[in-house]
């Protein structure tokens, strides 16, 4: 008995060993790169741009017109837009919805407890001193910013939560009764613009969120730190993401998916810019970021939107290396 037992568990093993072997060869056969465009935007965070000692407003402005730069996304954080409960101060969003608006861009706007930039998540600390009260607080919060925002030109796009099934960050559980309620409520006050639902482009099987939007979007790093693993880069080439999109089509019936977030700054085992310029720049400088561009298309999801433009105008203007800030505005100049 005891040898039918190992002798199955040894075929299992080495079937799935097989298997994943197989995998790994189908995710890294070649593809053609693809010459044509993709329509690019960026990921802009005001308040990552503070924390690393810049002008948000002058970085935003250099952003649309050095760059050119027109779609972007934009989170809203919760603890700033409403310090004190009821108490809501929209004037940062709206100053860049106004300035986005003078240029035709088009905005995707991120709403919910967890929207870009570590630590992930932002609630006030008024509204976190229970699940009941956080829940029934955010969905408000929803509920005001979707009718506030609603009628600004700008705004094409909602995002609601950001990698809302990824258990990452300091966050709370994942809840997907909140998320539904949180999506719910979006189509309540706003069925004019389609709803974006994101997930881990490495980590996910994109279903849960796949299924829930109207525009499903990956995430894209292709070099990471791990705690046990160190810093190494995912053995995948664009074919991993080619069969995924093939998945959500068939398992949750979505043909709609774009590249949300693709890695274009440093990941580093702690705060980027306390590293120094050299570390930075193993991490990621302008060859990865073309690199990174040039993958990015070749998974033929062709609307992509860049991370770290913030970084790049910091490197610019606070150590005087332009060199990412001017490799992204020749792949927007040769793309948009």
């Known amino acids: 008995m005891f040898k039918k ?12 060993c097989v298997l994943a072997i197989i995998l790994l060869i189908c995710f890294n056969l070649p593809v053609k790169k693809t010459e044509e465009k993709a329509e690019m935007g960026v990921t802009f965070s005001s308040r990552y741009a503070r924390d ?10 250099a952003m649309l017109d050095d760059l050119k730069i027109k779609r972007i996304r934009i989170p809203v954080y919760w ?15 709206e100053w860049q919805l106004l300035e986005a608006e003078k240029r035709n861009a088009e905005v995707i706007l991120v709403i919910g407890q967890k929207v870009p930039r570590w630590p ?18 955010l969905l408000k919060f929803i509920e005001v910013a979707t009718n506030h925002f609603k009628s600004y030109p700008a705004v094409k796009y909602w995002q609601v939560e950001n990698e809302p099934f990824l258990d990452f960050g300091i966050c709370p559980d994942i809840d997907y009764d909140l998320i539904d309620g949180e999506i719910e409520t979006v189509r309540k006050n706003d069925n004019s613009k389609r709803i974006i639902v994101t997930d ?15 525009i499903f979007g990956t995430t894209m790093y292709r070099e990471v730190v791990n705690k046990r693993l160190g810093a190494w880069k995912y053995p995948i080439g664009p074919n991993f993401f080619k ?3 093939v998945f959500i089509e068939i398992f949750a019936k979505q043909e709609n998916a774009i590249v949300v977030e693709l890695q274009g700054e440093p990941w580093l085992s702690g705060w980027t810019t306390g590293f120094s310029l050299e570390e930075q720049l193993v991490s990621m400088n302008s060859e990865k970021l073309k690199d990174n561009v040039q993958f990015a298309k070749n998974t033929g999801l062709s609307q992509i939107y860049l991370w770290g433009v913030e970084w790049w105008y910091y490197l610019k203007t606070q150590k005087s290396y332009p060199f990412l800030w001017d490799e992204a505005k020749v792949i927007f100049s040769e793309n948009n």
């Open 5 to 16: 037992i190992f002798k199955f568990l040894l075929v299992a093993f080495s079937s799935l």
């Open 200 to 214: 881990s482009g490495e980590l996910s099987l994109w279903i849960s969120a796949a299924k829930r939007a109207d």
């Open 52 to 61: 690393i000692g810049i002008n948000w407003q002058e970085n935003y402005i």
């Open 120 to 137: 992930e998540c932002f609630i006030p600390e008024w509204a976190d001193v229970n699940d009941s009260k956080r829940k029934e607080s």
């Open 243 to 245: 069969l995924k999109k």
């Open 79 to 93: 603890d700033l837009v409403e310090p004190k409960e009821g108490k809501f101060d929209f004037s940062e969003v």
